[in-house]
């Protein structure tokens, strides 16, 4: 089994910060991808950020300057750090992870449950 737990949403006025956590756990033999997408009021989801293990980042253009994404390989962790938020920032922010299981020979996704930011005007 592999989780993926995240914190840290919450509501924060525009020009604010926030940062998110995920952390994987469970039979994990190894990280690829991890990093974060978001779900707004009637839209689709969207990539926010990816980092490799390598540790190359990847931003939506939409957050490039403001978001800053960042991992702890050991504790197979991901942290979005959130600056300077406007109201179209909030969404439901979803955990992503691309790994492989130790019960697994392939790679595969993950998904974490998902943790709401509210950014008020």
């Known amino acids: 089994q592999v989780q993926l737990v995240e914190s840290g949403g919450g509501l924060v006025q525009a020009g604010g910060s926030l940062r998110v956590s995920c952390a994987a756990s469970?039979?994990?033999?190894?990280?690829?991808?991890m990093g974060w997408y978001r779900q707004g009021p009637g839209k689709q989801r969207e990539l926010v950020a990816t980092?490799?293990?390598?540790?190359?980042?990847n931003y939506a253009d939409s957050v490039k300057g403001r978001f800053t994404i960042s991992k702890d390989n050991a504790k197979h962790t991901v942290y979005l750090q959130m600056n300077s938020l406007k109201p179209e920032d909030t969404a439901v922010y979803y955990c992503?992870?691309?790994?492989?299981?130790?019960?697994?020979?392939?790679?595969?996704?993950?998904w974490g449950q998902g943790t709401q930011v509210t950014v008020s005007s």
């Open positions: 992503y992870a691309n790994l492989r299981a130790t019960f697994s020979r392939w790679l595969a996704d993950y």
């Open positions: 469970g039979s994990i033999f190894s990280t690829n991808v």
């Open positions: 980092i490799t293990s390598g540790g190359s980042t």
